[in-house]
T-cell receptor, first 114, second 115 residues
């Protein structure tokens, strides 16, 4: 079974520029998550999709971050404009619908904002 | 509000010795509890979970964890550590009784196993 795919793996941009990340979840997983992991901290949920609807985006900085999941499969996360404090690893994860199902994580995208 | 505490930033153990990585949690209802491991430049890998039933949960790579409701703890254990177990370990909790609640992660504990 193929895992969660993410691209790019690394991205360096200057502040005020825009950036987009892509995620392809495990086939058949209805739920998709985007997390932000700042160095030295655990992952923090940014947004959760169930199929192509948003379940939780309460911690997404909506003035600069946006995400979509078209057709309930792939997802993109965008930051526009980026700030220095957005430097982090952005993790995508997917799971089955059950609330007790474990999440499977992609390798992450390491973003550096200069 | 949900929270997870991993009181140790780092745990050091010699190869062959038992290891314990501590985790305590706080939820208003009943918990689902998870342990994940992260190797450098890799995503998180699932190790084990507690849903209900037996308080001792066995997972991947010889790891196990014990759910203790009275102490609100879910410590990760392994009887005999390997150098290859050296990694960053995260405990996570979700409130079983509140729909829509997110999975909350601790800050992580770095396990270092010396040969």
């Amino acid at each position: 079974e193929a895992g969660v795919a993410q691209s790019p793996r690394y991205k360096i941009i200057e502040k005020r520029q825009s950036v987009a990340f892509w995620c392809n979840p495990i086939s058949g997983h209805a739920t998709l998550y985007w997390y932000q992991q700042i160095l030295g901290q655990g992952p923090k949920l940014l947004i959760q999709f169930q199929n192509n609807g948003v379940v939780d985006d309460s911690q997404l900085p909506k003035d600069r971050f946006s995400a979509e999941r078209l057709k309930g499969v792939d997802s993109t996360l965008k930051i526009q404009p980026a700030k220095l404090e957005d430097s982090a690893v952005y993790l995508c994860a997917s799971s089955r619908l059950d609330r007790h199902s474990e999440q499977f994580f992609g390798p992450g995208t390491r973003l550096t904002v200069l | 509000a949900q929270s997870v505490a991993q009181p140790e930033d780092q745990v050091n153990v010699a190869e062959g010795n038992p290891l314990t990585v501590k985790c305590t949690y706080s939820v208003s209802g009943n918990p689902y509890l998870f342990w994940y491991v992260q190797y450098p430049n890799r995503g998180l890998q699932f190790l084990l979970k507690y849903i209900t039933g037996d308080n001792l949960v066995k997972g991947s790579y010889g790891f196990e964890a014990e759910f203790n409701k009275s102490q609100t703890s879910f410590h990760l254990k392994k009887p005999s550590a390997l150098v290859s177990d050296s990694a960053l370990y995260f405990c996570a909790v979700r409130d079983r009784d509140q729909a829509g609640t997110a999975l909350i992660f601790g800050k992580g504990t770095t396990l270092s196993v010396s040969s």
